[in-house]
């Protein structure tokens, strides 16, 4: 699949020139942790997840799911795993609601991130939410969808725009930068996922970090910084 033959979003994963290259990089400055995904492991995330959805949360074309997570790999994941279920990103009125560890939804269906390293459970169950952590993992690595979406169907409606996944992918402006995310948001996240996919690049999310530690962190991945949001790749 080329990337002119990208119809709708739940085929971005599919257009890398090469799977086992980094997709998404994390950084957390303050505890150290850095997670990097390659095409191939973002794409069992989003299928573990998707079947999840699907599975225990009955998602569907039209089902809303509200993001209430940082800039993080996991929020990346997630978007992904809607919009590979058809489901429309909300920012009110959502059937599901994904929480960090505030544990802030009152969606009918609830699920908690604790946004330790590498997925993991909370230590203590989350009242009322399903734990992400606990959840997620023992679904199955591939998804199949017998009600793939189309591009027309719903794929955000933030800060009141709506925009189907033609609207996303006609907004696109692919390109193969490494582009670094701080204090970002979700229609940002969505968009800069989007065009690296798009573009063959990736993208590196970086959190709790002083201005020296991005530009220490840009330099270790190869890149130039040209503004506080995002950096050039070269080579």
């Not at 995330?45 to 209430?68: C, H, M, Q, Y």
């Not at 009152?106 to 993991?120: C, I, Y």
């Not at 609207?167 to 204090?183: C, E, G, K, S, Y």
């Not at 979700?186 to 968009?191: E, F, G, I, L, Y």
Request: charged share 20%; glycine share 8%; net charge negative.
């Amino acid at each position: 699949m080329t990337r002119r033959q990208v119809t709708t979003l739940d085929q971005l994963l599919r257009v890398s020139n090469d799977p086992s290259q980094p997709l998404l990089t994390y950084y957390d400055m303050s505890s150290g942790e850095r997670v990097e995904l390659s095409t191939t492991t973002t794409a069992n995330w989003v299928a573990k997840t998707s079947n999840f959805l699907v599975d225990d949360l009955d998602a569907e074309p039209g089902t809303r799911i509200r993001i209430g997570l940082p800039s993080h790999w996991l929020t990346i994941v997630w978007i992904l795993s809607a919009w590979n279920v058809g489901a429309c990103l909300v920012d009110s009125a959502a059937d599901i609601g994904l929480s960090g560890p505030d544990l802030a939804a009152d969606e009918p269906h609830r699920v908690a991130a604790s946004l330790r390293p590498f997925g993991g459970r909370f230590v203590d169950p989350p009242q009322g939410f399903l734990d992400l952590g606990v959840e997620v993992p023992g679904h199955g690595d591939h998804f199949e969808s017998f009600d793939p979406p189309e591009p027309t169907t719903a794929a955000l409606d933030l800060d009141g725009t709506h925009s189907s996944h033609a609207d996303v992918l006609q907004a696109a402006t692919p390109d193969d930068r490494r582009l670094v995310a701080t204090a970002g948001t979700v229609p940002r996240d969505a968009m800069l996922l989007v065009n690296a996919c798009l573009g063959g690049g990736s993208l590196v999310i970086v959190t709790s970090a002083t201005p020296e530690e991005i530009a220490r962190v840009a330099a270790q991945e190869g890149g130039n910084i040209h503004d506080p949001i995002h950096y050039t790749r070269r080579g």
